[in-house]
Nanobody
Framework: QVQLVESGGRLVQAGGSLRLSCAAS????????MGWFRQAPGKEREFVAG?????QYADSLKGRFFISRDNSRNTVYLQMNRLKPEDTAVYYC???????????????????WGQGTQVTVSS
């Protein structure tokens, strides 16, 4: 069983930057695919970024959002730059065992989820 705890969400002004963290419990973190998703009020949860063998980003977020991981700290990060009000959402971390190429954008790829952290971008 893997537990995921997100942190770093807060209120930020448009144009600003924010880094989210997701700390994972358990062993073999380096063997896990890690992903970030987000859900805005009234909308479905959508893919943001994922890293396994490869790294994937939502097309609309390429160049602004960056995913990275520190396997020594069992932590994955999401660096968000030039934030916009439409980035306001609850951001979720997700994990699944067994590094893979592709399909990181699919929710079905992941079987562990965090509780989410709120990001609010004011205009």
């Amino acid at each position: 069983q893997v537990q995921l705890v997100e942190s770093g969400g807060r209120l930020v002004q448009a144009g600003g930057s924010l880094r989210l963290s997701c700390a994972a419990s358990g062993r073999s973190f380096s063997s896990y695919n890690m992903g970030w998703f987000r859900q805005a009020p009234g909308k479905e949860r959508e893919f943001v970024a994922g890293t396994g063998v490869s790294t994937q980003y939502a097309d609309s977020l390429k160049g602004r959002f960056f995913i990275s991981r520190d396997n020594s700290r069992n932590t994955v990060y999401l660096q968000m730059n030039r934030l916009k009000p439409e980035d306001t959402a609850v951001y979720y971390c997700a994990a699944s065992f067994g590094l893979r190429v592709g399909a990181l954008e699919q929710r079905e790829t992941y079987n562990y989820w965090g509780q989410g952290t709120q990001v609010t971008v004011s205009s």
